[in-house]
């Protein structure tokens, strides 16, 4: 069993930038898979950031050159920079693990505002 455990948000203006962290539990960390997903009032969760066990990345067009995942193995920690924020961003961030398409560990999310 993995628990995740995010940290990191809060309100921020536009065109500023906030770092979420992610922490997880166990001994396994270093094989997992970690996205981050966000998921707005009345809006579908939507994937952010993805991060593979060897270190590839990915992201959406909308995030692309202002959001950065990262993974540090040693702490078990993912990481999201975020820059230059817009208020459309405002949203739940969550951690999510797992392997390829198998992805059953979540955190609890984070709040991040950022105002216009």
């Known amino acids: 069993q993995v628990q995740l455990v995010e940290s990191g948000g809060g309100l921020v203006q536009a065109g500023g930038s906030l770092r979420l962290s992610c922490v997880a539990s166990?001994?396994?960390?270093?094989?997992?898979?970690m996205r981050w997903s966000r998921q707005a009032p009345g809006k579908q969760r939507e994937l952010v950031a993805a991060?593979?066990?060897?270190?590839?990345?990915n992201y959406p067009d909308f995030v692309k050159g202002r959001f950065t995942i990262s993974r540090d193995n040693a702490k078990k920690t993912v990481y999201l920079q975020m820059n230059s924020l817009k208020p459309e961003d405002t949203a739940v961030y969550y951690c999510?693990?797992?392997?390829?398409?198998?992805?059953?560990?979540w955190g609890q999310g984070t709040q991040v505002t950022v105002s216009s």
């Open positions: 991060i593979t066990s060897g270190g590839t990345t």
């Open positions: 999510n693990a797992g392997r390829g398409s198998w992805l059953p560990y």
């Open positions: 166990g001994s396994i960390f270093s094989i997992l898979d």
